[in-house]
């Protein structure tokens, strides 16, 4: 590319034949804006989960822990988070360069603009709101490698990050594809993602060609409220619960405004 982005950089990628390679390249996490932390999470029978704050903005970090590019399709309560459709592992992500970690802060609005994440009550989530509140509480990635000829691995760096649009395809028959939430739980889903203010995110279009129609690599994260993980028996944020402090005479810090 002649320049650098500051932020992401959408792209069109077609679909290969050839059989996906083993391994597991991207990590997934949450990071709450608000607070500036990283959403911890809890394993529960069989599936991850963290707890989010309502109201609070959050960011979807993605870190390709590889030494090539990636394609990441990134589904946020079953829509994808650059198209607006319901998802589908051949649609438009998210391309990462070799050992690249970038935050994904909400809904593409345009080569502009996103629509900022937010933990919202289920009924005014971006899902609900748009007919599709059955997998609210789900963000989930499908990553594919790239198909290239043979060539020496990336030295690790810092890259600029990177964002992809996939051209619509034919969706893969595989069953592993779902990325949907299941199970049935005691209770009911609280929390989903809204449709928050915008802010500025530039972006433009390269070229990705997928390795294989099938995702190397399928992932998801649920969340709720820290109430309701409480009541399936999760932990919820350690630092939620309730210690009454200790006075300090030096607690730290400087003169705050009132």
């Known amino acids: 590319m002649s320049r650098l982005l500051p932020s992401i950089v959408l792209l069109f990628a077609a679909i290969a034949c050839s059989p996906a390679r083993a391994g597991h390249p991207v990590r997934l996490d949450i990071v709450d804006r608000d607070h500036g932390g990283w959403l911890e999470q809890h394993r529960h029978r069989g599936e991850t989960w963290i707890a989010g704050s309502p109201g609070h903005r959050y960011a979807v970090r993605l870190t390709n822990t590889s030494g090539e590019r990636v394609l990441v399709v990134l589904s946020v309560d079953g829509v994808n988070a650059v ?45 609900a709101r748009t007919g599709r509140p059955d997998h609210v509480g789900v963000i989930g990635v499908a990553v594919f490698r ?40 005691a209770a009911p889903q609280r929390l989903g993602t809204g449709h928050g203010q915008r802010e500025w995110s530039p972006a433009s279009r390269t070229d990705f060609v997928r390795a294989s129609r099938r995702p190397a690599q399928v992932l998801q994260l649920r969340y709720d409220t820290p109430q309701r993980l409480a009541a399936l028996g999760i932990p919820a944020w350690r630092h939620a619960r309730h210690h009454a402090p200790r006075p300090s005479a030096f607690p730290g810090g400087f003169v705050p405004d009132p």
């Open 83 to 127: 198209t607006g459709e319901t998802a589908d592992p051949a649609q438009a992500g998210y391309v990462l360069a070799p050992w690249q970690s970038t935050e994904i802060a909400g809904w593409r609005k345009s080569l502009g603009e996103v629509a900022q994440f937010v933990f919202t009550a289920l009924p005014d989530s971006y899902a």
């Open 146 to 185: 790239e198909r290239r000829p043979p060539r020496e691995s990336y030295a690790p760096h810092p890259p600029a990050p990177i964002a992809g649009r996939a051209e619509r395809r034919a969706a893969p028959a595989a069953a592993e594809a779902d990325l949907s939430a299941h199970g049935q739980e």
